[in-house]
Nanobody, 116 residues
Framework: VQLVESGGGLVQAGGSLRLSCAAS????????MGWYRQAPGKQRELVAAITSGGGGTNYADSVKGRFTISRDNAKNTMYLQMNSLKPEDTAVYYCNAVTGVSNNYWGQGTQVTVSS
């Protein structure tokens, strides 16, 4: 499975961005997908996750009500709509896919910078 993120950039506080993660390869084997982020000097953390059918989602408390995760299986693409962005959302955002029991695949990451 190969993952490629896009959509990061610089935005002012209160603004919005939409991240995309395009999956290729053995996409039929993906069970779970998610977005993680890592800020400088901090550990990578889960932002949001979504099940293969898209019916189940999970969010970090810090982004609930502001971020929405979705996926379009026909396009093999996952999205993260980020609204009401805050400076503390600044981080490198990574796309993650899980196949089988616990085989993890990662994208290269995309930078999101929120200015105050």
């Amino acid at each position: 499975v190969q993952l490629v993120e896009s959509g990061g950039g610089l935005v002012q506080a209160g603004g919005s961005l939409r991240l995309s993660c395009a999956a290729s390869g053995s996409t039929f084997s993906i069970n779970l997908m998610g977005w993680y982020r890592q800020a400088p000097g901090k550990q990578r953390e889960l932002v949001a996750a979504i099940t293969s059918g898209g019916g189940g989602t999970n969010y970090a408390d810090s982004v609930k009500g502001r971020f929405t995760i979705s996926r379009d299986n026909a396009k093999n693409t996952m999205y993260l709509q980020m609204n009401s962005l805050k400076p503390e959302d600044t981080a490198v955002y990574y796309c993650n896919a899980v196949t089988g029991v616990s085989n993890n695949y990662w994208g290269q990451g995309t930078q999101v910078t929120v200015s105050s």
